[in-house]
């Protein structure tokens, strides 16, 4: 069948946040990311393969193309086999039952994909971003993400509104704070983790009752701070323990 001119410029422009937004689809590539994107219920759009993959797939909906055509819309260096365009999800209502996540400007999306995987690997259903956190429909994150986007739900909010009416307790990743490791802490509320560079925002700290960090064990203690999703992974283990 082939691959379009049109289809090529279209797939292209999918890269680009604006363009998700406007026609509300985003790429995966990998027969693991598109086999688990296929079992959920996030709704395909169109499948691009050069094999015979996935034969209960509609065939109105899958497009057979060769090697060269995946590689000049493929978003990886070594091309992958299949890309499924999907439809993005509904947004739901936030669920604060239970352990929340919340992200405060998260920029990188190899960061953001593998906190989408530590909230899927331990329990967390509900992640609450800050408007200017990554999108999480961004090819790098859904890659990174290995198909726990499926079972997290996601929500961008105004973050300082969320924090201020939430009945939740709420929790702050910060270097002053308590040592984690002697704090008691409960099985519901909200752990907020703060950007790469700067941290949390001086508006979401003043609006977090508690604030918790992860004590430096090396005798010299020059390293200034963890990666973000390396302390995610502490913290989220902590609440859980």
């Avoid at 008691?184 to 604030?211: C, T």
């Avoid at 004590?215 to 995610?232: D, F, H, M």
Wanted: hydrophobic letters at 40%; a positive charge; one cysteine or more.
């Amino acid at each position: 069948m082939g691959l379009s001119k049109s289809q090529h410029k279209f797939i292209t422009s999918l890269g680009q946040k604006k363009y998700r937004q406007k026609h509300k689809l985003f790429i995966a590539e990998g027969v693991k990311v598109v086999s688990e994107l296929l079992n959920s219920n996030f709704i395909l759009h169109t499948l691009f393969v050069t094999e015979i993959f996935f034969p209960t797939v509609e065939a109105d909906k899958k497009v057979t193309i060769s090697e060269a055509e995946l590689k000049k819309i493929s978003q990886l260096k070594t091309p992958n086999k299949v890309l499924g365009l999907f439809e993005i999800a509904e947004t739901l209502p936030i669920k604060e039952d239970g352990l929340v996540l919340a992200l405060d400007t998260i920029n990188d999306p190899g960061n953001m994909g593998t906190i989408i995987r530590l909230c899927d690997w331990f329990g967390v259903t509900q992640l609450v971003c800050s408007k200017e956190t990554v999108d999480c429909y961004n090819f790098k994150v859904v890659q990174a993400s290995m198909g726990s986007l499926t079972r997290v739900q996601i929500n961008y909010v105004d973050l300082v509104d969320f924090l201020s009416n939430t009945k939740q307790p709420t929790f702050v990743a910060d270097m002053d704070g308590e040592n984690v490791f002697k704090t008691e802490l409960p099985k519901e509320g909200v752990l907020i983790m703060g950007n790469e560079a700067n941290g949390i925002s001086d508006a979401i700290k003043k609006r977090a009752k508690n604030k918790i960090s992860i004590p430096r064990y090396g005798k010299i203690q020059q390293t200034e701070s963890l990666n973000v999703a390396t302390a995610t992974a502490i913290l989220l283990s902590e609440f859980r323990r």
